[in-house]
């Protein structure tokens, strides 16, 4: 079993909705990350967080550090943001990667 | 200010061939970390350069990679001789210092292995 779980591994959603990616970690996981690749393209560094929450635009990332269990949001949906989202948890100063979610937002 | 670059973006080679892969982290930046993603797996962690000096190879497969970072600059990671297994995407990252704050990660465009 992998130390962090993503779910679900892929999703399709039409555009404009409300879009939700979680991911689940195992202790030793001191904090959070969240990165996008588009396709063909790099991997980006989304979010970083320890606790609470943080906003970006359209783009929300929560975490609970008592359940272990962090969620990326996606306001408003465009194709644009279609991509693989990947959570990854720190740990021990490296970072250990969930399986990614690859998200296909349709016009 | 330049990002994180790879060379090169896609090598394909024979089993029993030897590769060197290159990444230039983001000037400045201590850390720099060598990442692999195989087909269909999860990216995982190979190993972790502080400068010049390995602070954790523990992800390193086997005595067929050999990582370098003279100088604390540019790394080079070889794979010697190459097998089948290897095929996969080289990510390389890099970030600025290690302390308590969490450290946001550049990563580098990736250098995808074909191994024949």
């Known amino acids: 079993k992998n130390e962090v779980e993503q779910s679900p591994q892929n999703l399709t959603a039409q555009e404009g909705e409300f879009i939700t990616i979680n991911c689940s970690y195992s202790?030793?996981?001191?904090?959070l990350h969240w990165l996008q690749q588009h396709p063909g393209g790099g991997i980006v560094s989304l979010f970083m967080l320890s606790s609470g929450k943080k906003k970006h635009g359209r783009l929300i990332a929560t975490i609970n550090i008592q359940e272990k269990h962090s969620s990326l949001h996606i306001t408003a949906s465009h194709p644009r943001d279609s991509a693989v989202y990947i959570c990854a948890g720190e740990g021990g100063g490296k970072l250990i990667f969930g399986q990614g979610t690859e998200l296909s937002v349709k016009p | 200010e330049a990002g994180v670059t790879q060379f090169p973006s896609h090598s394909v080679i024979e089993k029993g061939q030897t590769v060197t892969l290159r990444c230039d982290p983001i000037s400045g930046h201590d850390n720099l970390y060598w990442y692999r993603r195989v087909m269909g797996k999860e990216i995982k962690f190979l190993l972790h350069f502080v400068k010049e000096s390995k602070q954790d190879e523990s992800g390193m497969p086997n005595n067929r990679f050999l990582a370098e970072r003279t100088g604390g600059t540019y790394s080079t990671l070889k794979v010697q001789p190459a097998e089948l297994e290897d095929s996969g995407v080289y990510f390389c990252?890099?970030?600025?210092?290690?302390?308590?704050?969490?450290?946001?990660?550049?990563f580098g465009p990736g250098t995808r292995l074909t191994v024949l």
């Open positions: 202790v030793g996981i001191s904090a």
């Open positions: 990252a890099s970030s600025q210092h290690l302390g308590e704050s969490y450290n946001e990660q550049f």
